[in-house]
Nanobody, 125 residues
Framework: QVQLVESGGGMVQAGGSLSVSCAAS????????MGWFRRAPGKEREFVAA????????YYADSVKGRFTISRDNAKNTVYLQMNSLKPEDTAVYYC??????????????????WGQGTQVTVSS
């Protein structure tokens, strides 16, 4: 079983950048597809981005495409989300998640068995 801990959230003005990280322990992330989700106040948790075990395939939600970049370093057991050109609507708690089963990348949260505790990202206008 893998444990996930997010870090790097914070507050930034609109148009700014933030990077959040997800450090894994207990098991190598090489065997997991990894994803980022977010939950804004009063909304459901939604898919943001996912990256395949090898890093060869990446998906983004349309709302972040061209602004966010997901990456992974399997040697460091860490997944990253670089967020540029941030908007107030990106304000949310960001969660890292691990999917041990899917061959393809999943955008549904039910495919992800393991979750971090989340890190708050706040974008002011």
């Amino acid at each position: 079983q893998v444990q996930l801990v997010e870090s790097g959230g914070g507050m930034v003005q609109a148009g700014g950048s933030l990077s959040v990280s997800c450090a894994a322990s207990g098991r190598s992330i090489r065997t997991y597809n990894m994803g980022w989700f977010r939950r804004a106040p009063g909304k459901e948790r939604e898919f943001v981005a996912a990256i395949r075990r090898s890093g060869s395939t990446i998906y983004y939600a349309d709302s972040v495409k061209g602004r966010f970049t997901i990456s992974r370093d399997n040697a460091k057991n860490t997944v990253y989300l670089q967020m540029n050109s941030l908007k107030p609507e990106d304000t949310a708690v960001y969660y890292c998640a691990a999917d041990p089963h899917s061959d393809g990348l999943a955008q549904s949260r039910i495919s992800y068995n393991y979750w971090g505790q989340g890190t708050q990202v706040t974008v002011s206008s």
